[in-house]
C-alpha cells in the first residue's frame, strides 16, 4: 500500500490538472479499445466450437463461410491492437512531459539543484529525470491496461467456462460430491498456486533492480564527470585515479548483473514451466468427457480456449511479477527525489 500512495502523489497532478479531462478521455478510449478486444475474442472462441465441429463432422461446406468469418475477426481485433497502442504511446508521452517539466522546474527552481548537492542529494537525478519518468508513464499505463483486460476477461469466460464444465460427481471414502464448475476450481488452484511459486522464486528481484539502476547510473555519472573535466584530469596526470574508480564503478554493475541474471534463469525456467503446463491442463481436464462422448470436439477446443483465458485472467500476478517489481523500483526512486526535493523547499521556506 505504501507503494501506491507513492505512485498516486507523483501521478496526481497529471490526471488533474488543467487538462486533466483529455487525459481522462484518451485513458477512457484506450479501454474501450481494449474492451472491443476482449468482445471480439468472446466471438472467435464461439467460433472455435462451430468450426472444430465442423472439421470432425467433415463438413466441408461449411468452411468457406467460417474462414471469411474468422479474417473479418481477426481484422476487426488487429485494428482495435493497432488503435489501442497508438493511442497508449500518446497518452505515455503526454503524462513523461508533463512530469519531466514538473520536475525540471522543480529542481532548477531556487537553486534546489545546487544546495541539494550540499546537503547530500539523492543519487543521479539526472537519470530519475530522464529515464525513470517515461519508465514511469511507461510502465503504469502498461500495467493499468493489462489488469482491466485481465480482469473483464475473467469476468466474461467465467461464465462461458462454468457451462461447458456442467455438474461433475465425484465419489471419496463412500461419499459423493457435486461439484459445479469444475474447470473454474482447477484454474483457480492452478493459479494460486504458481503466484506463490513465483513470489517465492522472484522474491528478490525489486532490490536486485532498484540496484541495477542505481549502479549503472553512478557509472554513467562517472564517465560524464570525466568528459566534463578532461583537461584537469590530463593536466594533473589523473587518469590512474579514474581508472581505478571506474573499475570499482564497473565491479558494482557486474556484481549485480551476476545475481539479477542467477535470479532471473530461475524465474525464467519456473515461468517457462508454468505456460507450457498451462496448454496441457485444460486438455487433461475435459478429456474424460470427450471420451465418454459427453462433449464434442468442438466443446472441447471451446473449453480449452476459455481455460487459458480465466487461467490467464487468475495468473495476471505471476504473469506481470516482473514489469510489477520494476515498477516499484522506478516509484521509489522517483517518490525519494520529489521527497528530497520538498524538504529542501521547506527548509529554504524556515531559514
Request: charged share 20%; net charge positive; proline share 2%.
Amino acid at each position: 500500500m505504501n507503494i501506491l500512495k507513492k505512485f498516486f502523489r507523483l501521478a496526481r497532478p497529471f490526471w488533474t490538472g488543467a487538462h486533466g479531462r483529455i487525459q481522462w478521455l484518451m485513458l477512457a478510449v484506450l479501454i474501450g479499445f481494449t474492451l472491443c478486444s476482449i468482445t471480439i475474442s468472446v466471438w472467435i472462441a464461439a467460433w472455435d466450437k462451430r468450426f472444430y465441429d465442423a472439421l470432425a463432422a467433415f463438413d466441408g461446406a461449411s468452411m468457406p463461410a467460417l474462414i471469411v468469418e474468422y479474417l473479418g475477426y481477426m481484422a476487426m481485433i488487429i485494428g482495435c491492437i493497432v488503435c489501442g497502442d497508438w493511442l497508449q504511446k500518446r497518452l505515455i508521452f503526454r503524462w513523461r512531459t508533463h512530469l519531466t517539466e514538473q520536475f525540471q522546474q522543480n529542481w532548477l527552481e531556487g537553486h534546489k539543484h545546487y544546495r541539494l548537492r550540499l546537503t547530500g542529494e539523492p543519487d543521479n537525478p539526472d537519470q530519475r529525470i530522464a529515464e525513470d519518468i517515461a519508465l514511469l508513464a511507461e510502465k503504469s499505463l502498461e500495467l493499468l491496461r493489462s489488469f482491466i483486460s485481465k480482469s473483464v476477461t475473467l469476468a466474461t469466460y467465467l461464465t462461458i467456462l462454468y457451462e461447458l464444465s456442467g455438474e461433475q460427481t465425484l465419489t471419496l471414502g463412500g461419499y459423493e460430491f457435486t461439484i459445479h464448475g469444475y474447470l473454474i476450481w482447477i484454474a483457480l488452484a492452478y493459479s494460486a498456486l504458481t503466484t506463490w511459486l513465483g513470489h517465492l522464486v522472484g522474491g528478490k528481484l525489486q532490490v536486485l533492480n532498484v540496484e541495477r539502476q542505481h549502479f549503472e547510473a553512478d557509472y554513467r555519472a562517472t564517465l560524464l564527470r570525466i568528459r566534463d573535466h578532461s583537461e584537469q584530469i590530463a593536466l594533473y596526470r589523473g587518469a590512474p585515479a579514474e581508472q581505478a574508480r571506474l573499475t570499482q564503478r564497473f565491479a558494482q554493475i557486474k556484481n549485480n548483473w551476476r545475481a539479477l541474471i542467477d535470479r532471473e534463469y530461475w524465474f525464467g525456467m519456473f515461468y517457462a514451466s508454468y505456460v507450457r503446463i498451462s496448454i496441457f491442463i485444460p486438455i487433461l481436464a475435459t478429456l474424460p468427457m470427450y471420451l465418454a462422448k459427453t462433449m464434442t470436439f468442438g466443446d472441447m477446443m471451446q473449453t480449452r480456449t476459455s481455460f487459458a483465458r480465466v487461467q490467464d485472467s487468475f495468473g495476471w500476478f505471476t504473469d506481470s511479477y516482473r514489469r510489477l517489481i520494476e515498477w516499484a523500483a522506478v516509484v521509489e526512486r522517483l517518490s525519494g527525489f520529489q521527497t528530497a526535493l520538498e524538504q529542501i523547499e521547506q527548509e529554504g521556506r524556515s531559514a
